[in-house]
């Protein structure tokens, strides 16, 4: 069944403004890759594109790219936001995705592939490629360290005890994660792919953006949906715990957000 938690307009604000497009050691793990397997660089498809994140950064490799997403309220923030021309967006289930046979380049899933009914995905997904065809399923992990000065560990102590609160609302399928994937990667039907657990990007934000990430995440939401008081003490509390940490008084106090991705490249090779 597709899930419909990315639905509510104000959630899609927050991931328009607070989710992060894929970072440099990333893209070039990706891209190191298609460069290698890819035959033409026609069409993209970023499936379960949110508000266009993880869209654009395609846009300079790919002569059109097409983002696509189950929650309309995405769709109309991604389409909103300044796009070049060659991206454009359309609301779609990833189970049924509006393109003819053999006729796509690459399909990308960022933060999203969890979320999907893999088997259904996958086979659309096989439909749709070219020969040769790839794709790539991406998100970062939840064990995220906050860098600042010599407080690092304990900032990510206050981030941890953070996350492992909000993981009592955290829906089954975003525990998929944890695992880096690994149902996904064995339930992808081609030879010829692989799946990286080490790469780290790290992230500049102030503790403003930080916190308004937190509140982007869909277990945020839904704590604050069972128990908006106790959700927003929890955000108060963690933003105090981490100025005082720090000894300073500002939001916009820069630190960086440090993640592991999982990546699965694969190609389709017939
Ligand atoms: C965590 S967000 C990731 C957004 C973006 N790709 C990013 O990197 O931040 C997951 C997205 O998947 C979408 N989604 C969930 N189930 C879906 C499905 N079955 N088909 C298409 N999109 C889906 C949600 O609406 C949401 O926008």
């Known amino acids: 069944?597709?899930?419909?938690?990315?639905?509510?307009?104000?959630?899609?604000?927050?991931?328009?403004?607070?989710?992060?497009?894929?970072?440099?050691?990333l893209q070039r793990a990706i891209f190191s890759y298609l460069e290698k397997k890819v035959n033409s660089f026609r069409l993209?498809?970023?499936?379960?594109?949110?508000?266009?994140?993880?869209?654009?950064?395609?846009a300079k490799h790919f002569e059109k790219v097409v983002g696509m997403d189950i929650s309309a309220a995405q769709i109309e923030e991604a389409k909103r936001a300044p796009h070049p021309p060659n991206v454009s967006y359309a609301v779609s289930p990833a189970e049924d995705l509006p393109f003819e046979a053999g006729s796509v380049d690459l399909i990308t899933a960022f933060a999203s592939v969890h979320w999907f009914d893999t088997p259904r995905f996958l086979s659309e997904v096989d439909r749709?490629?070219?020969p040769s065809g790839c794709v790539?399923?991406?998100?970062?992990?939840?064990?995220m360290r906050v860098c600042y000065?010599?407080?690092?560990?304990?900032?990510?102590?206050?981030?941890t005890e953070n996350r492992d609160q909000l993981?009592?609302?955290?829906?089954?399928?975003?525990k998929g994660v944890l695992n880096d994937y690994q149902e996904v990667f064995d339930a992808l039907p081609y030879a010829d792919k692989e799946r990286l657990t080490d790469i780290v990007d790290k992230v500049p934000m102030?503790?403003?953006?930080?916190?308004?990430?937190?509140?982007?995440?869909?277990?945020?939401?839904?704590?604050?949906?069972?128990?908006?008081?106790?959700?927003?003490a929890l955000l108060q509390n963690t933003e105090r715990r981490f100025l005082e940490?720090?000894?300073?008084?500002?939001?916009?106090?820069?630190?960086?957000?440090?993640m592991r991705h999982v990546c699965i490249l694969g190609c389709k090779m017939s």
């Open 1 to 25: 069944m597709a899930t419909h938690l990315f639905e509510d307009r104000i959630h899609a604000a927050f991931y328009q403004k607070y989710r992060f497009t894929p970072q440099e050691n």
């Open 245 to 258: 940490t720090m000894s300073v008084s500002s939001r916009k106090t820069q630190v960086e957000l440090e």
């Open 167 to 174: 993981f009592n609302y955290a829906d089954e399928k975003v």
């Open 136 to 143: 790539v399923f991406s998100s970062y992990n939840q064990d």
């Open 206 to 232: 102030s503790i403003a953006d930080l916190m308004g990430y937190i509140q982007s995440l869909s277990m945020y939401q839904a704590f604050q949906k069972a128990q908006p008081e106790a959700a927003k």
């Open 128 to 130: 749709v490629l070219k």
């Open 44 to 58: 993209a498809v970023d499936v379960g594109c949110g508000s266009g994140q993880s869209t654009l950064f395609l």
């Open 149 to 159: 000065r010599d407080l690092t560990e304990k900032l990510t102590q206050i981030f």
